[in-house]
């Protein structure tokens, strides 16, 4: 008698034969050993959540508007989140749109989905970096994009390449569907993409009739340096669209994240999002409306700037202590975000060490995860928001070990 | 100089460029005008939200596990809540089933979402009911499926005719995905499905080689009659998968819904859940379960059923003493659930009749809002849960005033 796992090979869509589980969470559930210090997540440190503000805000939401809270609400979001937000890309950003350029998200994650639905076609191709935020080559390869890897470097994502990638498919009459950047402390490098570059992604967009996707989930912690403009309000054309999320400033429980695109594609954005989940929580949209009017958000993000640029610096010493440079070993300096990036001599491979970086009681995320093409095997990702300032140096007091018997 | 909306039509996928705006919302917004009674839409009724109790309930969350619930989780959902769920289904439908066959998502329409885009490749047949849920079409039609659609009569849908289409397709070589029904009290018609269709379905799934997707939003709002079994719980095979939702018998404000299937399947879902947006919301299922390990579930569905059972006989009564039915209109007696749907003259249309409908300051849906194929031209949905009883009986004389005007 049959079962149902005997039929699905004839039920499954194409889409879905080729989804993989995520590489990082198969890793992380290694690092739940007991004794194991994990620097390769990157939650946002729970310390920071503002627990003791919601419980007052929760209850005044109940109060004001408890019914309405509770019910479904428009696909596009809550308008006072939408006009809130509308406000702060103003101050913020020197964006000068309006509340039709904006839709709200079960995440950013989800962001990056609706954008995978709304461009791609099997075989599509579009431009992410080498490397980029996992996330994101999970949602476009779910809509068999065909990945086209451009290096980042520590100016961000090598523009001059891109600029071959475009006119080489141009010419074979094949349109890039979209460029997707990481441009402020990308996820996994920590590089910010010089101001040069981002000008000069815009003019491509223009010229070879593509769009750019600026994902910022960090943007807002910044340790050092001046803000960069972020692409969408250099451009007058509509070409630059851009994702944002309140999971690394306020925290990741609401599920709350924003698109900004010009309304000639907000249209379509709107009616995936309709088909993927009808709306946003109400709910968690009148709580972060709530925190937001009471004008806590600024100071919020000015206390996990600090909390974080401590454990950063300590990261940063660390390294420097324990780590031979001279031996080959490289790091970024990022001016923000949760993530360090460590470039092994040629000759190691980060991939083969995971294991023994374990058996040290201590855990990373390889590098090649990053890459879709699984190269990059002498990179691997450091997380600082999540351990503590004593994890962290612990942690990469045990990776230099591992590290100097290697060599 | 170009913009953004000139390229578009070169960016877009295939998929997006047949998406439409949801008729209902369209519909929606004109029942927005002053003193419109609307029997159009499908909200469950704010004054039975718990808001009370959540007051304290999230209090006690945040107090107890805040940091938790403010973190990302785990992509298949809360452990603890899928444990309630699982010993629910068990104690309530019989179903002998563990965690393994569990994920929660963002409300049920994100499970037909997933649902589409682990079977539906262009142009793959499945089968849904004429009429059938908006949201459903709108989620399969997202991935470009051939819907085939099979008659819902008062005994729910045909299955001799889906018998019929199974064999057409086979004898073609074509396999068609899945059988996509709402089995109690559907969404529109309000018909239950009656026990030996179910079982005729399922030998049908069996015989092949497809599967059914049960979609339960209302089956715990019954009025009247014995429930009758899920399909899911009667198979043995893993062909039956289900999906539920909290919005009906708690509040949609949380997005809380979650599928039931075999875990063959489950791995594949669970992988588009991750893509689609990480994980549901870990607030809002952190304060759902403690709501449910508090016990309040099953007096409050019993609470919502004693109200709706008063509205829904309000709806008869209204129909019984206004319609007259010996002109030839007909009307569902659902024994549970939130609509009613109404068959008017043959030579009446109910499409042409809205505007009429708004003038006199009610409202309702077109039937054929719920037929993919546009028929059902003759019918429409009223919906008796958001109303209140005045507005109710208010509503269904001034349809009956404009039914007469039109005989």
Known sequence: MKKVADILPGLLSNNSKILRRSEI?????????PGVISLAGGLP?????????????????????????????PTEGDPRLIDFLVQWMREHEGADIDHNYFLICSGAQQALDLIGRVFIDPGDPIIVGLPTYLGAIQAFRGYRANLIGVPVDKQGMDVERVEEVLKEYSDKGLKVKFIYIVPDFQNPSGVTMSLERREKLLELCYEYDTVTIDDSPYRDLRYEGEPLPMVGPMDKRG????????SKIFSPGPRLGWIVANPAIMDKLVMAK????????????????????????????????????KKQKAMLEALDKYIPKDAGFDWTHPEGGVFLWVCLPEHMDADILFPKAVEKKVAYVMGSAFHFDRSGTNTLRLNFSFPSKEQIVEGIKRLADLFKEEL
């Open 25 to 33: 969470r198969e890793i992380l559930k290694l690092t739940r050993k």
């Open 45 to 73: 440190y729970p310390g920071l959540f503002p627990v003791e503000e919601l419980k007052d805000i929760v209850a005044t939401v109940l109060d004001r508007e408890g019914e309405q809270a509770l019910q479904y609400g």
């Open 239 to 246: 070409y630059a669209f851009s994702v944002h999320t309140f």
């Open 274 to 309: 309709q088909t993927a989940d009808l709306c946003t929580s109400s709910f968690t949209q009148a709580i972060m409306f709530e925190f937001l009017d009471r004008g806590l958000l600024k100071p919020h993000i000015d206390k996990a700037v600090e909390h974080y640029r």
